[in-house]
């Protein structure tokens, strides 16, 4: 049997987990190949040459805590498909809105489907907003399943 490469869309919130744990337990098959994917958020605006040491040392911290979300929420989700015996991995996806990289990585993996919750209240803004999953369900050309609270 073929491999069927299925994208779950998470942010680290309770509905996110809930999506992932409504696919796990409902929708998965052996021979599926797992890509949890989230936002990663690695926002910094300076001018080169133009930043202070201390606004050099909050972009450094605003960046290596962005990096520590995004090491516990890969470790959180290959730690729980290892534990299903689930085959996957976790994608940090970055340089677009949600919505839009949520749909590229399912093109790009060739996905035979997308999983996602409706309101993912994780740190990062709007990653799972319910207009997010909307988008996906709009303009995604392949089957969205959106698990509800």
Known sequence: MAERVVVVA??????????????????????DHVIVV???????SFMPGQVSESRLK???DEMSKEQQRVDGLTNKYVA????????????????????????SKAEEVKAAMIVMGTRGLGTIRRTLMGSVSDYVVHHAGIPVIVVRS
Not at 38 to 44: I, L, N, P, S
């Open 10 to 31: 998470v942010d680290g919130s309770d509905q996110a987990d809930k999506a992932f744990n409504w696919y796990c337990e409902n929708v998965n098959r052996p021979g």
């Open 58 to 60: 909050e972009i450094q």
């Open 38 to 44: 989230f936002g990663a958020e690695y926002k910094v």
């Open 80 to 103: 729980q498909m290892r534990e299903k015996n689930i085959k996957g991995e976790a994608v940090p996806i970055t340089g677009k809105k949600p919505e839009e990289a949520i749909i």
